[in-house]
């Protein structure tokens, strides 16, 4: 198994990200409040830089103005010729590369958490890369730790053999926070609240490694996206049916042959006709509708997550 390379000195460029998706409301009140008042991300070692993703489509509380900002950090967005043309996510993904990447370059930012939510009734999700993620996993182990209460489960969204898409890819290491149910535009309190502490442990997390600490090696349990599922439509294209009550609200839950994944208009259950289990993910998620996806099919795996040794500090300018 080949790692991401892990980071062998402190981490001092860090950044967090709200309104990637202009319609989670989550993180763009957090970020527009650490705009005005920054110390709440601060720790001894560094300060996390508050980034405001796609401030046209916050401006309009939708999810992107032209495509999704959040799948736009691929090689062929980043490094083609700037055009008038261009959709605003394209050029903005282009603006974020150079302000927290460039991508899979050393002068990258070191971190980048990127905060979303989800209509889906999927927790406290933590979204990483990839099991090959070392750093980010450690930091899901952390999370998992302080707040056994959450229960938070892990998604890694990359397929094999698929090139990173996210915002938090720019950076050396990265971890988005998916928070749900919240309805698009809404914004809760709860989950609000939630956001905020998971924040502060990520930062403490941070600090915790720079200070010296070493983290041990651990097994994890993660969920993996094998394929998604489109809604019943009609020969037209339009919904035929909707999400069946039994699945509605049961992410992260297995899924088995035989089971009813949608009811018909007409009254009809259809049911799930795969081979093995799945655990369903962002069911029924709003923003999925237009992507042709009614829930993402997950396989649940365990592995080894190797030892995280304790950075080198880089010498003092002043030696
Ligand atoms: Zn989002």
Same mark, same amino acid.
């Given at each position: 198994?080949?790692?991401?390379?892990?980071?062998?000195?402190?981490?001092?460029?860090?950044?967090?990200?709200?309104?990637?998706?202009?319609?989670?409301?989550?993180?763009?009140?957090?970020?527009?409040?650490?705009?005005?008042?920054?110390?709440?991300?601060?720790?001894?070692?560094?300060?996390?830089?508050?980034?405001?993703?796609?401030?046209?489509?916050?401006a309009?509380?939708?999810?992107?103005?032209?495509r999704?900002?959040?799948?736009?950090?691929?090689?062929?967005?980043?490094?083609?010729?700037?055009?008038?043309?261009?959709?605003?996510?394209?050029?903005?993904?282009?603006?974020?590369?150079?302000?927290?990447?460039?991508?899979?370059?050393?002068?990258?930012?070191?971190?980048?958490?990127?905060?979303?939510n989800?209509?889906?009734?999927?927790?406290?999700?933590?979204? +990483?890369? *990839?099991? =090959?993620?070392?750093?980010?996993?450690?930091?899901?182990?952390? @999370? &998992?730790?302080?707040? #056994?209460?959450?229960?938070?489960?892990?998604?890694?969204y990359?397929?094999?053999?698929?090139?990173?898409?996210?915002?938090?890819?720019?950076?050396?290491?990265?971890?988005?926070?998916?928070?749900?149910?919240q309805?698009?535009?809404?914004?809760?309190?709860?989950?609000?609240?939630?956001?905020?502490a998971?924040?502060?442990?990520?930062?403490?997390f941070?600090?915790?490694?720079?200070?010296?600490?070493?983290?041990?090696?651990?097994?994890?349990?993660?969920?993996?996206?094998?394929?998604?599922?489109?809604?019943?439509?009609?020969?037209?294209?339009?919904? +035929?049916? *909707?999400? =069946?009550?039994q699945?509605?609200?049961?992410?992260?839950q297995? @899924? &088995?042959?035989?089971? #009813?994944?949608?009811?018909?208009?007409?009254?009809?259950?259809?049911?799930?006709?795969?081979?093995?289990?799945?655990?369903?993910?962002?069911?029924?998620?709003?923003?999925?509708?237009?992507?042709?996806?009614?829930?993402?099919?997950?396989?649940?795996?365990?592995?080894?997550?190797?030892?995280?040794?304790?950075?080198?500090?880089?010498?003092?300018?002043?030696?």
């Amino acid at each position: 198994m080949c790692s991401l390379p892990l980071p062998r000195e402190p981490l001092r460029r860090v950044a967090v990200a709200g309104g990637t998706h202009g319609n989670e409301l989550s993180g763009v009140y957090l970020v527009r409040h650490w705009l005005l008042a920054p110390a709440e991300l601060q720790r001894p070692s560094f300060s996390a830089v508050p980034v405001l993703a796609n401030p046209a489509a916050t401006a309009a509380c939708r999810r992107y103005v032209d495509r999704d900002l959040n799948r736009t950090f691929t090689s062929t967005f980043l490094n083609s010729t700037p055009t008038p043309d261009d959709p605003y996510e394209v050029t903005r993904a282009r603006e974020l590369n150079q302000l927290l990447g460039p991508k899979a370059s050393g002068r990258a930012f070191d971190f980048v958490l990127d905060l979303h939510n989800t209509t889906a009734n999927m927790g406290t999700c933590l979204i +990483a890369e *990839s099991s =090959h993620d070392v750093f980010a996993l450690h930091l899901c182990r952390h @999370l &998992q730790l302080q707040y #056994p209460e959450l229960s938070c489960q892990v998604f890694l969204y990359q397929r094999s053999g698929e090139e990173s898409h996210n915002l938090d890819s720019v950076a050396k290491n990265g971890l988005g926070l998916e928070l749900g149910p919240q309805p698009q535009g809404v914004l809760r309190a709860d989950i609000f609240s939630r956001m905020r502490a998971l924040v502060a442990t990520v930062l403490d997390f941070i600090e915790l490694f720079n200070q010296g600490t070493a983290f041990p090696a651990f097994e994890m349990e993660a969920y993996s996206p094998v394929g998604v599922m489109d809604f019943p439509r009609t020969a037209a294209g339009d919904l +035929a049916g *909707s999400v =069946h009550p039994q699945l509605q609200d049961q992410d992260f839950q297995p @899924l &088995q042959p035989g089971d #009813p994944i949608f009811q018909t208009f007409s009254g009809e259950d259809l049911l799930y006709e795969g081979e093995s289990t799945v655990y369903p993910v962002f069911i029924n998620e709003a923003a999925y509708y237009e992507k042709g996806v009614a829930f993402v099919q997950t396989e649940k795996l365990t592995f080894s997550v190797p030892a995280m040794p304790a950075p080198t500090p880089a010498p003092s300018p002043a030696s």
